[in-house]
């Protein structure tokens, strides 16, 4: 089912992900259930790594942008494959701490960084902050004063580049909530005032130009005008910066309507970035800059499924058919959101040819409560188990207990083998921290 057979359909005619059957590990663990495979994980990681290795002599590092999938093990795995990781929350970076993932490997993002995660980054000396504001940038400096350091930034760029993504997810357009403006000259301004900074030292500059991004042409755009300006800071400030982080945004593939990318393939992406960057600094006169690159989704996303259990079928006649399953847009808002597709399968049934377009609804009370929209089924039945495909990113990090539904657990197969590495919730743990007053005792 995709390229690097983490899918598969086995002699029962259930699907099987790394190696577990789907209908096992639904009898085992419950639904809903995320399951993410190992093994596909780490085969991503390896790519991203081994092609800065090849083609760029390991001038860099692949940093982890754990927002598309954060908990201890990840982090754990992110680690054991030597790369870095993207953190954007002091959330994030107290799980990444706690898993033992070194903080000199960690850059830390946003465009409203808080004090409490602002101290708390530069307590365990976190290797790079990427600044989004004045303010910020002040902030930092007077941390780093009073613990007698120099903190290491970065400056968000934003190079006015539209890529061909969802509005939603393009994040380096003129009017971006991110970054510092190159076409206005915030960039540079922004710039100079760093440089005057004691406890500051600016590496160099980052910029991100979406998500779900296919094109090669769209990324070399990117190093282009990132060059471009890099050049024109070091001419105007005298200032060359050593340290550029091109982001990610790698698209994956949901349904056919995506580019099934394969192993090789994201390689040629990341060769074709480096290559632009290695010609472009070379006619500008620029030494070649360390890169950062920041995929979360290319690694995490094909690699996860979710599973459901199906309910309710309610057919209305020459209008819609509505399949329900026992999750919904608490464990997925991305529907909800921005209208993400999906591709779904009857785990169970897995070698049945689809015969009808259905909907997948949740059981949340809301209309708009759709895991897939007008997906292919075989005529589904009560019980049956439903995998919804390419889950694993955004998926659980954007769950919530909305209707007071229970985030589901998540499983990491490997080979077969199969463990928890977000356990269940309960009915008590959604009450933990509610408190009754006094007066209402």
Avoid at 52 to 71: P, Q, T
Avoid at 111 to 124: F, Q, R, S, V
Avoid at 166 to 188: C, L, N, P, W, Y
Avoid at 367 to 377: K, N, T, Y
């Amino acid at each position: 089912m995709n390229e690097r057979e983490t899918l598969k359909i086995n002699t029962q005619g259930h699907l099987e992900i790394g190696g577990a059957d789907a209908v096992n590990l639904a009898k085992s663990f419950g639904t809903p259930l995320y399951v993410m495979d190992e093994n596909y994980i780490r085969a991503m990681c390896r790519i991203y790594r081994d092609t800065i290795e090849k083609e760029y002599g390991g001038n860099g590092l692949v940093l982890y942008a754990s927002k598309a999938f954060s908990c201890l093990a990840i982090y754990r795995i992110a680690n054991s494959e030597g790369i870095g990781c993207d953190i954007v929350s002091g959330g994030e970076l107290y799980t990444a701490l706690h898993a033992g993932f070194p903080a000199e490997k960690m850059v830390l993002h946003g465009n409203n960084k808080l004090l409490d995660e602002l101290t708390l980054a530069l307590d365990h000396k976190i290797g790079l902050i990427v600044v989004d504001s004045y303010d910020e940038l002040d902030t930092i400096d007077a941390l780093a004063a009073e613990r007698g350091r120099v903190q290491d930034v970065l400056i968000r760029v934003n190079p006015g580049v539209e890529a061909h993504t969802h509005r939603f997810i393009q994040t380096a357009k003129t009017d971006s909530k991110f970054g510092f403006s190159v076409s206005d000259g915030t960039a540079e301004k922004i710039s100079a005032y760093a440089l005057q900074k004691k406890n500051i030292r600016l590496k160099g500059y980052h910029c991100h130009i979406g998500s779900q991004i296919f094109e090669k042409k769209s990324f070399t755009t990117a190093v282009d005008k990132m060059v471009d300006f890099m050049k024109g800071m070091r001419d105007k400030l005298g200032f060359e910066a050593g340290v550029l982080n091109l982001g990610g945004g790698y698209g994956i593939w949901y349904t056919d309507e995506d580019a099934k990318v394969s192993c090789e393939g994201y390689a040629d992406y990341l060769k074709a970035i480096l290559a632009r960057l290695k010609e472009r600094a070379d006619e500008c006169g620029l030494k070649r800059p360390y890169i950062l690159i920041e995929p979360g989704r290319s690694i995490v996303g094909e690699a996860g499924i979710t599973l459901y259990t199906i309910g309710a079928i309610k057919d209305i006649p020459g209008v819609k058919k509505y399949v329900a399953v026992d999750g919904g847009m608490f464990d997925n808002p991305r529907y909800a959101l921005y209208q993400a597709k999906y591709t779904a399968v009857l785990a169970n049934r897995a070698n049945e040819k689809p015969t009808e377009i259905v909907s997948i609804a949740g059981k949340c009370c809301e209309s708009g409560d759709i895991v897939c929209a007008d997906v292919a089924l075989p005529a589904a039945k009560r019980g049956d188990i439903l995998a919804v495909l390419s889950t694993g990113a955004y998926n659980y990090s954007m769950a919530s207990n909305y209707n007071r539904n229970l985030i589901p657990p998540v499983v990491l197969v490997q080979d077969g083998k199969a463990e928890y590495i977000v356990k269940p919730q309960s009915y008590e743990d959604l009450i933990r921290n509610d408190v009754i007053p006094a007066k209402l005792k």
